[in-house]
């Protein structure tokens, strides 16, 4: 089994000011990791995700985050937030399942969303 | 844009009557994925899908039903809403067989069940 856990629920940030969305997972096999984003009213967007290699990963929106395997965390940063940028943003984790055929089912556990309000 | 549409967008209704809710892809991709969203979860996989007449439940499946007959379609039924159901529902799509393949989100629909 696998879990999701974002620490913040809100996040108030003034524009232009440095954010960090904090992400920890559970998990007792190698997972891949993503972070969505969320705008009012809209469905979710991909910002980034996380296979192997680097593990610090670029996304769109000069969001990026980093994968720390011993601290079990996926956190995402942004050095500069913008008042465009207050919305919604999700943590997840693809699990390991496969069926007979080895094709992940792909399915995400998500955390519980972390609110960015960037003011002016 | 990934091609996904869900209908209806809103829809009110009431307590024990069943409710059926269309996502719709114009790709054919072969996952495809029923989550539900409320504040304070996250989103929760209802039920998914991985080919025609192929579902099977995710973590909150109860008080649900799916039926893929087309490729394109993935139905999610609520036989007698209750008022724990009201949520906002997302169908996803996943093209590419592989765990590290991005899921694709659609609009959203707004279910309240007085």
């Known amino acids: 089994a696998q879990s999701v856990t974002q620490l913040d629920s809100q996040v108030p940030v003034f524009e232009e000011a440095p954010v960090e969305l904090r992400c920890n997972y559970s998990s007792s096999v190698s997972v891949y990791l993503f972070w969505y984003v969320q705008y009012p009213n809209q469905g979710l967007q991909l910002l980034l995700k996380y296979l192997s290699g680097s593990t610090l990963v670029k996304g769109i929106n000069g969001f990026e985050a980093e994968f720390n395997k011993s601290q079990t965390s996926f956190h995402l940063r942004k050095p500069s937030v913008h008042i465009s940028d207050t919305a919604e943003y999700f943590c997840?984790?693809?699990?390991?399942?496969?069926?007979?055929?080895?094709?992940?089912?792909?399915?995400?556990?998500f955390g519980q969303g972390t609110i960015l309000t960037v003011h002016p | 844009d990934a091609g996904i549409t869900q209908s209806p967008r809103h829809k009110v209704t009431e307590t024990g009557t069943p409710v059926t809710l269309r996502c719709h892809q114009t790709?054919?991709?072969?996952?495809m994925y029923w989550y539900r969203q409320d504040p304070g979860h996250g989103l929760r996989l209802i039920h998914y899908s991985y080919g025609v007449k192929d579902t099977d439940k995710g973590e909150v499946s109860d008080g649900y039903s799916v039926s893929r007959s087309k490729t394109e379609d993935f139905l999610l039924t609520l036989e007698s809403a209750t008022s724990s159901q009201t949520s906002v529902y997302f169908c996803?799509?996943?093209?590419?067989?592989?765990?590290?393949?991005?899921?694709?989100f659609g609009p959203g629909t707004r279910l309240t069940v007085l």
């Open positions: 997840a984790v693809s699990g390991p399942s496969h069926n007979a055929g080895g094709t992940s089912y792909g399915k995400l556990t």
């Open positions: 996803a799509i996943r093209p590419g067989t592989g765990g590290a393949d991005t899921q694709y």
């Open positions: 790709e054919n991709h072969r996952y």
